[in-house]
């Protein structure tokens, strides 16, 4: 056990039949409770618009769902006990009331009134569920009310704005968990420790030291069949207005005043506020075309289902961004983002100055610039490339690499949902991104959502098109794989 048992509460999931659910929240709230990380208490009521499906059939669904995914065939006692389901309309606010009713019985006696009111939803249907869930009286509790809003928070700025606005209609933002599940990664959080926690790192941690940051989440799978949610999104909104955004902000913020939710979240939006206005020359859309993946045919993006036949939606962004802050000023931060690549790989390279004295010119060869990598998917950990002298009577350098793995037990890693699910409970919203966040993000990508020009085409199971490694090379560099 990780933690000792927080306060019991109730899990309302709004989408309880649908893919999160299943694949994610089921598990880690299964996993949870087993590892006796939640109250005995807990109970967890999926939501959804299935009138003919009873607590019986839903426990039935949850039990084969834990199962497909190699779960110990669904502890029967979890299942029966602490899975219910409720039929809800979301046009319908007597059905909210029947819901309100629910809640409450499932309550006495057992959790305090403390809800977690988690909208697992399309995000075409976060406004009417937040609407009735407020006329409801749903905001409100005698315990706490936790509202969890999953991503994409709005689909451009007007959208968050509004969004935001409906939100605090009846919820203050102390309730307010907006979901980036990078943001419950072992490694993302990491980032803080290693910043913060080795004076050693901070002190060379800005434009003196170092040249430009590239930060990478290449994805070897394709869209495969999401093509109704992709067509409408695209990496931009998909990937880079959220999670490449996080490690963004994390990788670039100040120090913050304490280890606290609100200390770190104000950081974070000062980075947002201090990134200049990308132009023009500074980003690069592509979209994969037919190609092969470890000898595998691969279709390109305009092939796969449901895509449109002359679809413009980018499956690949690459940008150059400037942080015009003090610490920044004058380097580059590289983000660069795609689907159905040679492989999976998410990672921040920093890049080290050279020393500013070529001294060893006439004896070896020049030193290489120092380079710290932060892996946080698929092997977590840190890698720092150093110079040493090569052995031998021959004086010249070579390139060695210091290493961090965590240890390969996959269970030994929380998932992200396990690490954010408790974080709901306990109440700290260090790891949800706050209001002003959300806005600062989209008031940086808006302009660039309407310039959106025709995708550059690059072979599937390639690093992207040509021009992305222009965009790099313009300043001197190369993209780390
Ligand atoms: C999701 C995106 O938010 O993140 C997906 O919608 C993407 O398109 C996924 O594949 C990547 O998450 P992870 O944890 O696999 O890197």
Request: proline share 6%; with cysteine.
């Amino acid at each position: 056990m990780r933690n000792p048992p927080h306060a019991p509460c109730t899990f309302v999931i709004f989408g309880g039949t649908g893919d999160l659910m299943r694949k994610k929240l089921l598990p880690s709230l299964y996993r949870l409770a087993q590892n006796g990380a939640f109250d005995k208490g807990c109970q967890v009521l999926g939501v959804a618009r299935d009138r003919s499906l009873t607590d019986k059939q839903f426990r039935a669904w949850a039990r084969a769902a834990l199962s497909d995914l190699g779960l110990p065939a669904g502890d029967r006692d979890w299942c029966d006990q602490c899975l219910h389901y409720q039929p809800v309309d979301m046009n319908s606010p007597d059905d909210f009331k029947a819901l309100a009713a629910r809640i409450g019985a499932l309550e006495a006696g057992r959790s305090a009134g403390n809800r977690v009111l988690y909208l697992a939803l399309p995000p075409a249907s976060f406004e009417g569920t937040i609407e009735a869930l407020g006329k409801a009286g749903l905001n409100r509790s005698k315990g706490w009310t936790r509202l969890v809003v999953e991503k994409p928070f709005g689909h451009d700025l007007d959208s968050a704005l509004r969004l935001n606005a409906l939100v605090h209609k009846y919820f203050d933002e102390t309730q307010i968990y907006r979901i980036d599940h990078y943001l419950g990664k072992e490694t993302v959080q990491n980032l803080l420790a290693f910043r913060f926690g080795n004076a050693l790192f901070e002190s060379a941690w800005n434009r003196d030291h170092i040249k430009s940051v590239q930060i990478s989440v290449a994805e070897q799978t394709s869209i495969g069949s999401r093509a109704g949610y992709y067509e409408n999104t695209g990496a931009l909104r998909d990937m880079v207005q959220n999670h490449l955004t996080q490690l963004l902000t994390l990788t670039a913020m100040e120090v913050p005043a304490a280890f606290a939710a609100d200390s770190i979240r104000f950081e974070k939006v000062k980075v947002l506020r201090s990134v200049a206005p990308i132009g023009r020359d500074a980003i690069v859309f592509g979209q994969y075309a037919p190609g092969k993946v470890d000898g595998k045919k691969l279709p390109g993006y305009l092939q796969e289902p449901g895509v449109t036949p002359r679809s413009r939606t980018e499956t690949y962004v690459a940008m150059r961004l400037e942080v015009q802050n003090w610490r920044w000023q004058g380097v580059p931060f590289y983000l660069r983002t795609g689907k159905s690549m040679p492989q999976r790989s998410t990672r921040i390279v920093i890049d080290f100055r050279k020393p500013p004295v070529a001294l060893f010119r006439t004896v070896g060869r020049r030193p290489h610039r120092n380079t710290l990598a932060i892996n946080l998917q698929p092997d977590q950990g840190f890698d720092l490339t150093f110079e040493v002298k090569s052995p031998g009577d021959r004086f010249t350098l070579q390139t060695e690499r210091m290493q961090f793995r965590y240890p390969e037990i996959k269970d030994s890693l929380w998932d992200g949902y396990e690490t954010l699910l408790l974080e709901i409970v306990r109440g700290d919203q260090t790891l949800f991104v706050h209001a002003d966040e959300t806005e600062a993000s989209w008031r940086l990508y808006a302009p660039l959502l309407r310039r959106r020009s025709m995708p550059h085409p690059y072979a599937a199971g390639s690093w992207g098109p040509e021009a992305a490694d222009k965009l790099m090379r313009a300043t001197g560099g190369d993209w780390t794989t």
